[in-house]
């Protein structure tokens, strides 16, 4: 597996880990705030609607004006300050501001990411590679899913915003490592 591929495999099981401590009891945290299944849906869908949306306004950007790991390394950032925020909410408008934060952090990683990936990929080798690769995530996202709930139901939510935060401040560290010189010829 190239380095590249390793190196955004760990931001990866980090930051859908940090997310997927929320995930399971995201309704549940909704309603300790005041809010209802309805707002737990309206959250969800806000966050998916403007990611859509953002990935047409990200797609404007110059390719050659800003390097991919900076792009992945300010997503995970910016998604880290939307977990940092959760500490602070207390109504569900809150939570819809936040949502706004995180589609913004992920829209900006995603198309860099990928692209780090494909021109990282063995010819050949690509189905061993992303099988794999979503494995390892899955079962670090299923683990995180347990784990979260249990932090959560020990120390509070409070305690899971943090270790989102920081699953998502590693990642954005750890992106940096990515080496943009491979060529798709050289692998």
Not at 126 to 140: K, M, P, Q, T
Not at 161 to 175: D, T
């Amino acid at each position: 597996m190239h380095k590249n591929i390793k190196i955004l495999l760990g931001a990866s099981i980090l930051i859908h880990s940090g997310v997927n401590f929320l995930s399971p009891i995201f309704a549940i945290y909704i309603g300790k705030i005041g809010g209802t299944m309805l707002d737990a849906g309206v959250a969800v869908g806000i966050y998916a609607i403007l990611k859509g949306l953002f990935y047409f306004i990200f797609k404007n950007i110059k390719e050659d004006k800003v390097s991919k790991k900076v792009m992945i390394s300010s997503g995970y950032l910016i998604m880290g300050i939307g977990y940092f925020l959760y500490l602070f909410a207390s109504m569900p408008m809150h939570i819809y501001f936040i949502q706004a934060i995180l589609s913004i952090g992920e829209t900006i990683i995603t198309p860099s990411w990928s692209a780090v990936i494909a021109i990282s990929l063995q010819k050949g080798k690509e189905r061993h590679i992303y099988s794999n690769f979503y494995g390892y995530r899955s079962l670090f996202e299923g683990m995180a899913a347990i784990t979260g709930g249990l932090f959560a139901m020990q120390f509070g939510f409070s305690s899971v915003f943090i270790i989102m935060c920081g699953f998502a401040v590693i990642s954005s560290i750890i992106s940096l490592f990515v080496d943009e010189s491979v060529k798709k010829e050289q692998i």
